[in-house]
């Protein structure tokens, strides 16, 4: 889609003319308090007779396409490269067949050892005999609607092996059958038998410990073993972290560690192999009686207990676990799962037809969130950008994970796609890491800036500060990590960062805002909006309100960074357009969620913003824009050298420029005039021109894009991808593409408006449901350049439909 023509000089709409809603039109169109489950399974409250038709042909859409798509191998695969994913959000496995054995490397979301790492839980070999993989056939499938791998092997007797985790138990389920008998040999590898007191530091796999630019050892990693448990009839295995690194670095930076839940010291996590006709050989081994069918259940349990009797307390907690699993039919157990995951499946889908690469797209869309979807409903502890729960560890150490940190910049992109798939549910980790941190957060405004404080190495003073903020490298219960502060303390003050690239770097604290507002307009969760958005906004808007001078009545931001690799800026865009876009539409909030005081403050804050950054050179920045314009990388910088396109911060992820909104000649032309251009000034894998271009309705680039972002990594499933920069099985590169795809189909416009086909190939077809602000959820198909759609609820804003569709609003310009 070109850009339409608009006047030179035309003057910037504030954000609240573009997307504002009034709180009558949210009172009355968007749908009540308390409608998340509802949103997230089945059709809104009060659905009409031709909603819920509109819910079974999603669910016959689903049936017909989906198993079309699920991953089939038809050999055996070497190593844990060569693994498929398992899982229910929180327990999990690599699952691959190597050799003559069945094995699966065992994770779980809140597995976190005494050094600030996420663990591998363990490992199990799995043998049977006869052997299924000596000779015969093999087939492994990952069956996307059941959840399920499926393992096909041998002639003499075929034996059929199906894997899954139960979506609503913390047990994974191996069971085997085959026309004749066999027997089952299950045996535990230990993955940290003993203590090593001096592991390898590389990588950064200790950030909290050791800081990452000198390698200055704050605290010297230490790893302790796992120990074997003696329960009767099973192979129970534990960690426990006797000690841990939480209260030394919460007073490292000047922090109560009474003010958050240590996570770390007395926290247990392990396992308990059982099933029924199985007989320990040994501590660490099974042997099954011989039977035409087996079943194994392995129940992962984690939990925080500090006393001395650790052991019983977490022993019966995970015994109870393990033999609720075992005393319940299986079938029962299946049903259950089953019945979540079909619901997961009819809540958002896409299939694409007509060439090869609407194939991949297909296929990357549904597995990217499949991966997501399995590794993403551990309660505060988000998907990990690199690796997921799925990473491989080394030779060396088991938990090795290259970057184990939370960086804001890439952790986002796993969360941004779930609005337009309707997976509110697995956006609530993330959206509690940081609710569940915010008093830390504005305990460490008062520790560093509580006062009037000269900046290292900046030389700047920074007046008194108030608020929170949360560091672009965060740690797990909210803190900076400890290596990117620096454990080096000698001659600086408390707010100096060692982390040389990332000091100054803060729009992440406004682009969780945004993305909480985007929460908002989706589901109307007054809930949510209540106790997770408000009191984070209120105190982020206060910080940078209060973080530096004014100037000429106008927030100067400075020092700031823009990206990692321009600094010592002044309003970085990403900033800028931050503050432009919460603060517009916070005062749109319904009045019974916001106070007057509120109100009041945020327009008194609007009115202390700096102009965006856009210009014809790096000092022009006023409001009046024309063809030669270009959104800037800071209002001292026209286009900076940092190739993460950070001047495009206003198009995504902050909305204010795009596609249905005004000036998108402007936003347009910036684009194409980036920095950085996949795949010619870099290939890593967040760059993320993908969404720029679907935003912007450009559909050659955003398909270009998006199917490039849709690659492959070095791994044999095609759920993960490339991650040669921060680790494999990488998450961000499709997860760009799964926003991208999403855009491209149905994207936000102005005020309620929704554009349907915003950036759509001509060659593709399409069938489709995806969700969108109001609380809609658009459903339907494009066959031969006809579309047939509905919208459920209906009456809220304008479904702008492109001009393939006859009698219907066309998009303005032309493809």
């Given at each position: 889609m070109e850009s339409p023509k608009p006047t030179p000089n035309s003057q910037h709409l504030p954000r609240r003319a573009m997307l504002g809603r009034t709180a009558g039109v949210l009172a009355a169109a968007m749908l009540p308090a308390g409608a998340l489950s509802a949103l997230a399974t089945q059709p809104a409250a009060g659905a009409t007779k031709a909603s819920r038709a509109a819910a079974a042909r999603a669910a016959a859409v689903v049936d017909q396409s989906l198993p079309a798509h699920n991953e089939i191998w038809t050999s055996k695969s070497t190593d844990i490269t060569g693994s498929m994913p398992i899982g229910n959000g929180v327990q999990a496995a690599n699952v691959w067949v190597e050799g003559n054995q069945l094995r699966l490397l065992l994770a779980a979301g809140d597995a976190w050892e005494e050094n600030v790492r996420l663990a591998k839980v363990g490992r199990l070999d799995i043998t049977f005999s006869p052997n299924p993989f000596a000779s015969g056939g093999f087939r492994q499938e990952l069956k996307l609607h059941e959840s399920e791998i499926v393992i096909t092997a041998g002639s003499s007797p075929v034996i059929t092996t199906r894997i899954w985790a139960g979506?609503?138990?913390?047990?994974?389920?191996?069971?085997?059958?085959?026309?004749?008998?066999?027997?089952?040999?299950?045996?535990?590898?230990?993955?940290?038998?003993?203590?090593?007191?001096?592991?390898?530091?590389?990588?950064?796999?200790?950030?909290?410990?050791?800081?990452?630019?000198?390698?200055?050892?704050?605290?010297?990693?230490?790893?302790?073993?796992?120990?074997?448990?003696?329960?009767?009839?099973?192979?129970?295995?534990?960690?426990?972290n006797g000690a841990s690194a939480y209260d030394k670095i919460m007073r490292l930076q000047k922090l109560d560690p009474a003010i958050h839940d240590n996570p770390l010291t007395g926290r247990t996590f392990g396992g308990q192999v059982r099933g029924e006709g199985f007989n320990p050989v040994s501590s660490t081994r099974l042997l099954s009686a011989s039977d035409t069918s087996h079943r194994l259940d392995i129940t992962l349990h984690s939990s925080i207990d500090a006393s001395a009797g650790w052991r019983q307390t977490w022993g019966k907690q995970i015994g109870d676990l393990a033999g609720a699993s075992a005393g319940t039919p299986v079938e029962q157990l299946r049903t259950d799962h089953r019945t979540w995951w079909d619901q997961y499946w009819n809540r958002s889908y896409i299939f694409v037809t007509g060439d090869a690469d609407a194939a991949k797209v297909t296929k990357g869309w549904l597995h990217t969130r499949y991966v997501q979807a399995i590794a993403g409903r551990t309660p505060a502890m988000p998907i990990r950008f690199n690796g997921s729960l799925f990473t491989p560890g080394n030779?060396?150490?088991?938990?090795?994970?290259?970057?184990?940190?939370?960086?804001?910049?890439?952790?986002?992109?796993?969360?941004?796609?779930?609005?337009?798939?309707?997976?509110?549910?697995?956006?609530?980790?993330?959206?509690?890491?940081?609710?569940?941190?915010?008093?830390?957060?504005?305990?460490?405004?008062?520790?560093?800036?509580?006062?009037?404080?000269?900046?290292e190495p900046s030389a700047v003073e920074l007046p008194a500060t108030?608020?929170?903020?949360?560091?672009?490298?965060?740690?797990?219960?909210?803190?900076?990590?400890?290596?990117?502060?620096?454990?080096?303390?000698?001659?600086?003050?408390?707010?100096?960062?060692?982390?040389?690239?990332?000091?100054?770097?803060?729009?992440?604290n406004l682009e969780i805002v945004t993305m909480m507002l985007d929460y908002f307009s989706h589901t109307n969760d007054t809930a949510f909006a209540r106790d997770k958005l408000l009191p984070i906004a209120r105190e982020v808007v206060k910080f940078y309100d209060t973080h530096w001078h004014h100037k000429d009545g106008k927030i100067h931001m400075y020092p700031m960074y823009s990206g990692e690799g321009d600094r010592n800026l002044r309003n970085p865009a990403g900033d800028t357009a931050g503050l432009h876009r919460v603060l517009g539409e916070l005062q749109t909030l319904p009045t019974t969620l916001t106070t007057a005081g509120d109100r009041t403050y945020w327009s008194q804050v609007e009115s202390r913003l700096p102009a965006l950054p856009v210009g014809t050179t790096a000092q022009d920045n006023d409001d009046w824009w024309g063809a030669p314009d270009r959104l800037k990388t800071s209002h001292d910088v026209f286009l900076g050298t940092d190739t993460n396109n950070q001047n495009l911060y206003p198009i995504f992820p902050m909305r204010l420029f795009g596609a249905g909104l005004p000036h998108l000649n402007v936003a347009v032309a910036s684009f194409q005039g980036r920095r950085g251009k996949y795949p010619a000034n870099g290939s890593q894998d967040w760059r993320h021109d993908a969404i720029h271009a679907a935003y912007l309705g450009l559909t050659s680039d955003a398909k270009y894009q998006t199917v490039s972002a849709f690659r492959a990594g070095t791994w044999r499933y095609i759920g993960f991808g490339p991650g040669s920069a921060d680790g494999e099985p990488g998450q961000e590169a499709h997860a760009i593409a799964k926003t991208a795809l999403q855009a491209m189909l149905l994207h936000p416009g102005a005020n309620d408006d929704a554009i349907l086909y915003n950036a759509w190939p001509s060659e593709w077809d399409v069938q489709f449901k995806l969700h969108t602000t109001g609380g809609r959820t658009v459903q339907g198909q494009l066959l031969n350049g006809q579309s047939t759609h509905t919208v459920t609820p209906a009456g809220v804003g304008n479904l702008i439909v492109d001009g393939r569709d006859p009698g219907t609003s066309a998009i303005t310009g032309t493809r």
């Open positions: 979506a609503n138990e913390q047990t994974i389920h191996v069971e085997s059958d085959a026309p004749s008998a066999f027997t089952v040999d299950v045996a535990f590898t230990n993955l940290r038998p003993r203590n090593n007191a001096s592991p390898s530091q590389s990588s950064f796999t200790f950030m909290d410990l050791v800081n990452t630019e000198d390698g200055y050892v704050g605290i010297q990693p230490k790893i302790w073993a796992d120990g074997i448990q003696d329960v009767p009839g099973t192979v129970t295995w534990a960690h426990h030779p060396d150490d088991p938990d090795f994970r290259r970057w184990n940190s939370y960086h804001a910049f890439n952790q986002r992109f796993a969360y941004w796609n779930m609005l337009g798939s309707g997976d509110y549910d697995l956006m609530q980790p993330y959206f509690d890491q940081y609710a569940n941190s915010l008093p830390l957060a504005k305990a460490r405004v008062q520790a560093f800036w509580g006062r009037p404080t000269v900046e108030q608020g929170a903020m949360w560091p672009e490298v965060m740690g797990l219960w909210g803190h900076a990590v400890g290596g990117e502060y620096g454990w080096n303390r000698t001659g600086h003050g408390d707010s100096w960062f060692s982390g040389s690239w990332t000091r100054w770097l803060y729009a992440g």
